[in-house]
């Protein structure tokens, strides 16, 4: 099946600081990722869709001047988490559409802690 | 608006014993659906998926699922749990992509 790539696993940041998630596709292209976060204990909200080569959309009640989502080629999506607070910790899930297909397939997940 | 519920917020059962998670979608079309298993700390797994055809869907680990237009469920079943199900399973139906989640449900697998 389709594989997509997220990096890190895992990081520690500090508070005020900001933080870059990556999104790849690694055998497909796709020109659509989604954004997803998920706080403990609950399901996974989609935050933004991103689309190569234009500006994200996000979903009512996402900061887009916090959250930077840059779509710049066909492979790769990257979550920018600006100015992090321990409020925006978090896991933080990318998916990517499979050309001419609805389905979409999710990377592993990235775990932001701020402290 | 596409949308999801998983009716049971938790549900035990005891291992060997058969399962059953509810999922009901609200879709206008002809919907795709999906079954994630979440382990803690970890991402998703697809456990099957529905997009036409037989409305019985194999997956992975012994699980199947039923789609029911009438009803608009599409219900997960193991008919023996083991104690590594145990997990957070999620219910999802996806448009062009884009996914929406249930709330999930908690499997607790009693020895």
């Known amino acids: 099946g389709a594989v997509v790539s997220q990096h890190p696993s895992w990081v520690i940041c500090k508070s005020g600081t900001s933080v870059k998630i990556e999104c790849r596709s690694l055998?497909?292209?796709?020109?659509?990722m989604f954004w997803y976060r998920q706080f403990p204990k609950q399901s996974l909200m989609l935050m933004a869709t991103?689309?190569?080569?234009?500006?994200?959309?996000?979903e009512q009640g996402v900061e887009k001047d916090k959250f930077l989502i840059n779509h710049a080629s066909l492979t790769l999506s990257t979550l920018t988490v600006t100015s992090a607070h321990p409020e925006d910790s978090s896991f933080y899930i990318c998916?990517?559409?499979?050309?001419?297909?609805?389905?979409?397939?999710f990377g592993q997940g990235t775990r932001l802690t701020v402290v | 608006a596409q949308s999801v519920t998983q009716p049971d917020i938790h549900i035990t059962v005891s291992e060997g014993a058969s399962l059953e998670l509810r999922c009901n979608y609200s879709?206008?079309?002809?919907?795709?659906l999906f079954w994630y298993v979440q382990s803690p700390g970890q991402g998703l797994q697809l456990l099957l998926k529905?997009?036409?055809?037989?409305?019985l869907v194999q997956g992975i680990k012994g699980f199947e699922a039923e789609f029911k237009r009438s009803q608009s469920s599409f219900n997960l079943r193991k008919p023996s749990v083991h104690w590594s199900d145990a997990a957070e399973y999620f219910c999802?139906?996806?448009?062009?992509?884009?996914?929406?989640f249930g709330d999930g449900t908690t499997l607790t697998v009693k020895p």
């Open positions: 879709y206008g079309a002809t919907p795709y």
């Open positions: 991103s689309n190569e080569g234009s500006k994200a959309t996000y």
């Open positions: 998916s990517a559409r499979f050309p001419v297909n609805t389905e979409a397939f």
């Open positions: 529905y997009f036409s055809g037989d409305t």
């Open positions: 999802a139906v996806t448009n062009a992509g884009k996914s929406t």
């Open positions: 055998d497909f292209q796709a020109t659509t």
